[in-house]
């Protein structure tokens, strides 16, 4: 019957949440816990024979672009560079070679001279955790380093150099060549660092780095030709992550191999594709392509006015695995007593969206804002955040711009609104006399039909009018979640009270009384604050609606409540804080238009009903 058809319609998008729940969250919780234990048996085969205790090992450096595809570590190190294959800490492995210091507001770290390589970033204005004591993230690691998946750190690292061309005997430097600084000092904004190599031929290769305040590296590699003859290089560069991390798990985030190349667009392979496909080759004017995490990533920029092959690609060496991603530039031929200069960018840091849209927008570079994963839906998800995003800088608080943000939505559509909650009104005055048409035609299904349909054309009413709330909240709802989610202006960012960090859950939990007993409960039973007045804020809403009269829908609508809050407990706590406070929001309005129609508000007895087994009754 066409009132039940709504009944049935939200059933079915109920449904959807709950199915999208367990594709979004369940299971990729479940292939965590898979991927973690397959992380531990790597680690145990890979310290097998070792002394207890002992760091689980690393693949060498994966070959550079236009060169054989060498096995990880079958490159001999050089004299006081980490041996591959072999580890140390993190610590050790950067003390092991000679390095130029890196100093910014954002960035700390260091340029390794042997290879010439960004080995070493550590991002200063950001810690793992809400703890102020907690260390800051660590982005690169030199290789050498131990794989730790449980803190997100592997050797991870830039490359830059370059490839003789074809029949050339040229000697070109390599991972394991030792550079010389041209005076002393750091990379800081105000101080490039030059570093040099002769190859003893003739032409001496040049490496001039620069850096912004923020997470921009300029590479400028240079080779001057004092030779008789003229030669031919391509110049390249890569980012090598050793070790396979430890990602979120979430499908609708994309963590991994990341990259856009003209016209075949944005591409975004995982780490378990790659190790599938072994390698994918592009060739695109205009590229860049890159490592992306959740909220940190390593993008390579080339030159944007040349033609580049570029190339995603896997390699393993026993259990130790490497992913790689490159560019190489077409072949230049520098003539005697000339010099040829290619720059290349490197971004390695956090992925700030002022930020991120900046470098696009004064870089040219194409579809740069896309290495934050906004999705499918980026028209509502990116102007949802630059909504929040304008809030918070006149607020300064998150929870109170998506408060805000709620506000603006619900007025945005609340003509819309307004019908369906009028039509649920009417729908809900009207009751009694649709019980009596079911009553008088209960053996005649066409003929009741026909005399509800007849009722609501009477009252001019529309039964599927009230799904319109619920359609308009589920695309707002996943954008919201996806803002939350994936915007790292959103990690660590509190609200007011226990609330401390809007992208995580609801810390406290029923079962210890939120705090006052003195033991954890486990995460799936953290049914916190929020959740519940989530839950309360469902429940209350759900009354105002017409009692359905088919048991099963009421068996239903009288426990979705207690399951979302359930299910929504898990969900950051900033989107749950936005379910509650917009349906309290809608509560009110719906509580409006049912005054001004004189239909009774029968909390207390639907509340009876409810833990009496059965529908309410409808006034008389």
């Not at 994963?373 to 995003?389: A, E, S």
Request: charged residues 15%; glycine residues 8%.
């Amino acid at each position: 019957m066409a009132d039940n058809r709504n009944y049935i319609l939200a059933i079915v998008l109920s449904i959807l949440v709950l199915v999208g729940w367990q594709y979004f969250v369940g299971m990729p919780q479940m292939e965590r816990q898979r991927e973690a234990q397959r992380q531990q048996q790597i680690q145990q085969q890979q310290q097998a024979g070792q002394a207890p205790g002992a760091a689980a090992t690393t693949p060498g450096a994966p070959p550079v672009p236009g060169q054989p595809a060498a096995a990880p570590g079958a490159t001999p190190a050089a004299p006081g560079a980490p041996v591959p294959g072999q580890t140390m800490t993190r610590e050790a492995a950067i003390a092991a070679t000679p390095r130029v210091a890196i100093a910014t507001p954002r960035l700390t770290g260091s340029i390794n001279l042997v290879g010439g390589r960004v080995d070493d970033l550590v991002l200063a204005t950001y810690r793992e955790t809400i703890e102020r004591n907690s260390p800051n993230v660590v982005l690169f690691a030199p290789a050498g380093s131990p794989i730790d998946p449980v803190h997100h750190r592997h050797p991870f690292y830039a490359e830059f150099g370059h490839v003789a061309g074809a029949g050339q005997t040229l000697a070109v430097p390599n991972a394991q060549t030792v550079w010389t600084q041209q005076g002393t000092g750091t990379l800081t904004p105000a101080t490039p660092v030059v570093l040099t190599w002769d190859n003893g031929q003739g032409q001496t290769f040049r490496r001039t780095f620069e850096i912004d305040s923020e997470y921009l590296i300029t590479v400028k590699d240079a080779v001057v030709n004092s030779g008789a003859a003229p030669v031919t290089l391509h110049h390249f560069g890569l980012i090598s992550r050793h070790g396979l991390p430890q990602t979120s798990g979430y499908y609708i985030l994309h963590e991994g191999l990341i990259g856009v190349f003209g016209d075949k667009g944005l591409q975004e392979v995982g780490y378990s594709t790659l190790e599938t496909a072994k390698v994918q080759n592009f060739r695109a004017r205009g590229a860049w392509l890159g490592i992306t995490d959740k909220y940190w990533a390593a993008t390579l920029i080339p030159d944007q006015s040349i033609e580049t092959d570029a190339s995603f690609k896997f390699f393993q060496s026993g259990t130790a695995k490497a992913f790689q991603t490159d560019f190489l530039a077409p072949a230049v031929t520098v003539a005697p007593g000339a010099t040829s200069e290619t720059t290349t960018r490197l971004f390695a840091g956090a992925k700030e969206v002022r930020l991120v849209d900046g470098y696009a927008d004064r870089l040219k570079i194409d579809r740069f804002d896309r290495l934050i994963d906004w999705g499918w839906f980026y028209f509502i998800t990116k102007p949802l955040f630059v909504v929040m995003d304008w809030i918070f800088i006149q607020t300064g608080n998150f929870g109170i711009a998506i408060l805000l943000v709620t506000l603006l939505i619900k007025g945005l559509f609340f003509p819309l609104a307004n019908k369906s909650y009028a039509s649920i009104t009417m729908m809900k005055k009207v009751q009694p006399e649709m019980m009596e048409i079911r009553d008088r035609y209960a053996e005649d299904k066409m003929k009741q039909q026909q005399e509800l349909m007849a009722l609501y054309k009477r009252e001019k009413i529309n039964p599927l009018a009230g799904c319109w709330p619920i359609l308009i909240q589920i695309p707002v709802f996943f954008a919201l979640y996806k803002v939350l989610f994936i915007t790292i202006e959103m990690r660590h960012a509190p609200f007011f009270g226990w609330i401390q960090d809007l992208s995580a859950p609801d810390p406290t939990s029923i079962f210890n009384l939120f705090g006052l007993l003195p033991f954890s409960v486990p995460a799936f039973l953290l049914i916190g604050v929020w959740p519940i007045i989530m839950g309360i804020t469902m429940w209350v809403q759900m009354q105002m609606n017409p009692a359905p009269t088919d048991p099963i829908q009421a068996a239903f609508f009288k426990w979705m409540p207690i399951l979302f809050t359930f299910m929504l407990a898990s969900f950051p706590a900033g989107l749950v804080i936005y379910w509650a406070w917009n349906n309290l929001l809608s509560v009110l309005q719906q509580g409006l238009i049912m005054r001004k129609y004189g239909v009774k508000i029968e909390l207390w007895d639907n509340m009876r009903s409810m833990f009496g087994g059965g529908p309410a009754k409808p006034a008389a």
